[in-house]
């Protein structure tokens, strides 16, 4: 009983192990020829063995007889016991089986799972955009695959990665025909890019044909290279677009207006590769620094207000000089202050100005009073014997205010 089982377990196993060794995948080229061996067949007839095949081509099980018949165009038994597809084609994928005898009386079962594959031609970018525009959807061209089975897919990459369509700034248009008597595919994917802002001034497209099969290799188109360019500067007819190769001088702060004693950096983007030599100009004259991306301000003094613009020269571009822009220093509170000392000395010497006149006016005044106290004085001498009553009635009245002087004039008197 035991050993029975054992046995029995063992039966299973290598029946298992045949069916599983048995069955092969096989890929075959369009047009080619294929041959698929019987195993444990005798090598020459006389031979016990059938082959049979489901395909494209059957309904169902198609049993072949050794003594050949009208399917010899498509698949024949060969002297020793092969199956020869002298040129495989689409219709010809599918299951083939043979089971052979051998002389000592032994079944052996093959088993084959047959597809078959064409390459494509070259894939091709057609009508490549000449350049993209930056912020806007753009079409980049459209990848065609042709003459190619099974279907296979296309994809895009970007400066060697992969380019995954999200719909929004990268889509695809796919289209997928079939050739009526060839059966073979024609791919196309037409790919739109919106170039970000700011983003890289030359990518670069290429497009790869993955086949539908494992193990094929994958094809790739050559890659285009386009220059992406800022939108419109200006609008009305004369609209140019901007490359946004140009070179572009950042600031820190990027108003330009800095406190004095404070920092400004002054940075030359310039994307051609490799870096090219950076100048500093100043109010159009060349600063004579050594060539730097970067120019920093630091402690800033008036010295330092002025207009800035960078060189980018390359040996291979030439040189291109940025826009300009111009730093200027601002006043702070503590700055203000500063203004009210520098102010100081002008209210100061206006102050003295004032008090300067205002003595001298006091001095005039004090002057005229004395004058005038004299003239009136002499008056009063001169006048006195004429106007005697008049005068008494002026003195009475000056006398309730100026006693002392009615008096010293009486005592002065005669
Ligand atoms: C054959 O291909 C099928 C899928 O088509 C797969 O499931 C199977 O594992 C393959 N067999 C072998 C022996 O590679
Ligand atoms: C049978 O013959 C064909 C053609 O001559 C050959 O390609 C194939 O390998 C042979 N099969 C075996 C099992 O020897």
Redesign the pocket.
Known sequence: MATGATVGAWALVLSLWGA?AG???LTAQIGKPLVLNCKGAPKKPPQQLEWKLNTGRTEAWKVLSPQGGPWDSVARVLPNGSLLLPAIGIQDEGTFRCRAMSQNGKETKSSY?V?VYQIPGKPEIVDPASKLTAGVPNKVGTCVSEGGYPAGTLSWHLDGKPLIPDGKGVSVKEETRRHPETGLFTLRSELMVTPALGGAPHPTFSCSFSPGLPRRRALHTAPIQLSVWGKQRWGGPLARPVPLEEVQLVVKPESGAVALGGTVTLTCEAPTQPPPQIHWIKDGTPLPLPPSAVLLLSEVGPQDEGTYSCVATHRSHGSQESQAVSISIIETVEEGSTAGSVGGPGLGTLALALGILGGLGIVALLIGIIMWRRWRHQGEKRKAPENQDEEEEERAELNQSEEPEAAESNAGGP
């Open positions: 599983a069955s092969r995948n799972q597809r």
